[in-house]
């Protein structure tokens, strides 16, 4: 009988150390040179932002409609041109909007850095973050704060 049980548990153990297995897991996605052609097409590319979350599993951001109708350009000097939509985040006509991407090469990481804010006379508002690029295609990338199949704040772009 203790014959029997030596195979019986080792066959268990293999089952369930395969089973466990993070084949799938591409959370820390290393990227390349190469890779960001997909990013601005080796001179610049137009991204349309399809949704801003807060909490990908939740909800959007309270900025989703103002930033969703904004048009960005990535370049291949790390430059980020948005151009603005007829939604601004903050009142009036004195917002501010800027991009830029970092790409660091030693690590294959790439953050996206956004900037949206407004100066009055005497108030300044502002939202500010930075998030890592987590899925890039030729025709989708998302940023986010946290990883692949469990984001976080996120920021979902889609090219023609």
């Known amino acids: 009988m203790s014959k029997l049980k030596l195979p019986i548990i080792l066959t268990f153990l293999l089952i369930v150390f395969t089973a466990c297995s993070k084949d799938d897991d591409t959370s820390n996605e ?10 601005h097409n080796n001179s610049s590319k137009i991204w349309e932002l399809e949704a801003y979350y807060q909490n990908y599993n939740n909800w959007l951001s309270d900025q989703n409609d103002c930033l ?3 048009i960005y350009i990535f370049k291949t000097d790390n430059e980020v041109e948005v151009i603005s939509g007829n939604e601004n985040c903050y009142y009036g006509d004195s ?6 991407y970092t790409f660091y090469e030693e690590e294959g990481s790439v953050w ?3 900037t949206r804010g407004e100066i009055t006379d005497e108030i300044f508002s502002s939202t500010f973050f930075t998030l890592k690029l987590i899925e890039l295609e030729e025709d989708r990338m998302v940023f986010s704060s946290g990883n692949k199949k469990d984001y976080k704040t996120a920021l979902i772009f889609v090219s023609n």
């Open 68 to 70: 969703i109708d904004d």
């Open 95 to 100: 917002e501010i909007a800027e991009a830029s």
């Open 30 to 39: 290393i990227y390349t040179i190469e890779d960001l052609d997909l990013l």
């Open 112 to 114: 996206l850095t956004m």
